[in-house]
């Protein structure tokens, strides 16, 4: 019976030592590392838990995704309102980044979509346009149109 207890706690602490990355050999070192594991994964739980909160409270009043395509963007707005004038700044963003309009898929129905295909226009700016810079053109642009109406 103490045998197949010695081998219960001898596969209960190579499992704790597998789950924390413990290298420890004897029981102390190895709850000491399981204490530490633990304390860090509440720390990561308590990080996402205000990351979460701070998008609750600063969050766009649309979603915005931005794919990078051979020639272009393809930029998609999603908003569960319907928010009247929004349109026009985000396509001024488009053109503050010199971005053509290709194609575009608009509706203001009950809520707002937009799905845009962005083209870089050959000016001065050809190439430095990343999927990112496009991203934060339109949130800013959505951020000074949410705070102008």
Same mark, same amino acid.
Request: charged letters at 25%; a positive charge.
């Given at each position: 019976m103490s045998s197949s207890?010695?081998?219960?706690?001898?596969? @209960?602490? %190579?499992? +704790?030592?597998?789950?924390?990355? #413990?290298?420890?050999?004897?029981?102390? #070192?190895?709850?000491? *590392?399981?204490?530490?594991?633990?304390? %860090? $994964?509440?720390?990561?739980?308590? =990080? @996402?838990? /205000?990351?979460?909160? !701070?998008? /609750?409270?600063? #969050?766009?009043?649309?979603?915005? =995704?931005? %794919?990078t395509l051979e020639k272009g963007f393809l930029i998609s707005v999603l908003s569960e309102k319907n928010c009247p004038g929004l349109l026009v700044s985000i396509l001024e963003a488009? %053109?503050? $980044?010199? @971005? *053509?309009? +290709?194609? !575009?898929?608009? #509706?203001c129905a009950d809520n707002f979509r937009l799905e845009a295909v962005g083209g870089e226009n050959q000016g001065d700016q050809a190439d430095s346009i990343d999927a990112q810079v496009v991203k934060?053109?339109? $949130? /800013? !642009?959505? /951020?000074n149109w949410s705070q102008n109406s």
């Open positions: 207890r010695g081998r219960k706690n001898a596969a @209960l602490y %190579e499992k +704790l030592r597998a789950a924390t990355n #413990s290298t420890a050999m004897n029981r102390a #070192s190895i709850i000491v *590392d399981a204490s530490k594991y633990i304390q %860090e $994964l509440k720390k990561k739980v308590d =990080t @996402l838990n /205000q990351d979460v909160k !701070a998008s /609750q409270n600063s #969050s766009s009043p649309a979603q915005v =995704t931005v %794919e488009f %053109e503050d $980044l010199g @971005l *053509d309009v +290709l194609d !575009a898929r608009v #509706s934060q053109a339109v $949130l /800013q !642009a959505i /951020q």
